[in-house]
């Protein structure tokens, strides 16, 4: 089934096209960054106007990358939530409408799911079951995943999101948004010359049982640490590249403890990481360090898929119009979306 993916839930216009037999066959992302530096974050209106612009472009530049005619396509695959809903509202109306004047099947995508699967799309899958560690910047959850849709939530955020707090921080140390590739960038720097945490930063919530997390103490920490250390009202390069690695050592700390108690509760041999935060080249390290000695494996997606991309949204879709799932002709998202309402998808295997 050849499927076209539509992805715009946030700041980012992503499209492909995958094909159950073939695999990935084109992508194409439009990074909304540069609209929205200036604001220090994502301006909802704005998102949607560029969605408006950007997404029927995109889905001819992916048809004509993999050469082939939208008379090709199967079935169309779009986000439908969580996230912004006027952003996911374009990408609704343009599958929909798409879908309905070609006679297609369509289906809505939980973003999360997408998330949660784009390592599917590399050479070497995981294997069900596994514990998905979901981190991006708006969730930051510990799954059980047994089987495509079989999603149990085992802890998730009690406040930020990681990838919120990478961005908090970051606009604190003055780094542009987002922050969570800024901050892992200084934090290296520190590391390779030899620059020392100002001072060790708290591992929130690692402290009691249970696998919730809570990140928004990190950034009264982060904001103290700054204010402590600013001279004439600036930081000094060193002291700001310092802040920087406490913070990521933080919470990669927290996660990587979270992460080994979930392995632990329910017995799983794999680990997935997903979402934007899963990019983070420390995180990677530390829980390969950790897994190593358990005879426990990481699965991540290459960088482009951790973050938002239009190719984990024609996957998750692609899984589930196999299984026969259809959405209906009105154009419905929903900005909020528990991952675990998701049905599971019987006797299908790939
Ligand atoms: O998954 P994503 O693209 O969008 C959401 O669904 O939220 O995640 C974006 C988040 C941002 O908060 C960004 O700062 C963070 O992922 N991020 C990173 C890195 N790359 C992106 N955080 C830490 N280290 C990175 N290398
Ligand atoms: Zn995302």
Redesign the pocket.
Known sequence: MLVLGIETS?DETGIALYDSKKGLLSHRLFSQIDLHVDYGGVVPELASRDHILKTLPLIDEVLLDASTLMAEVEAIAYTAGPGLVGALMVGASIAQSLAFSLDLPIIGVH?MEG?LLAPMLESTPPEFPFVGLLV???HTQLVSVKGYGDYEILGESVDDAA??A??KAAKMLGLDY????H??KLANNARTSGIAEPVRFPRPMTDRPGLDFSFSGLKTYTLNTVQKHKVDGALAEDIRASIALAFENAVVDTLRIKCQRALKQTGFKTLVIA???S??VHLREILEAMVKPLGTEVFYARPEFC??NGAMIAYAGCQRLLAGERSGLSIQVRPKWPISELSKLEGISF
Do not use: K, L, M, R
């Open positions: 946030c973003h998330h991006s910047g708006g990838g919120e990478f961005d987002p922050g969570g590739p901050i892992a979402g934007g935060v990019a983070n973050t938002d």
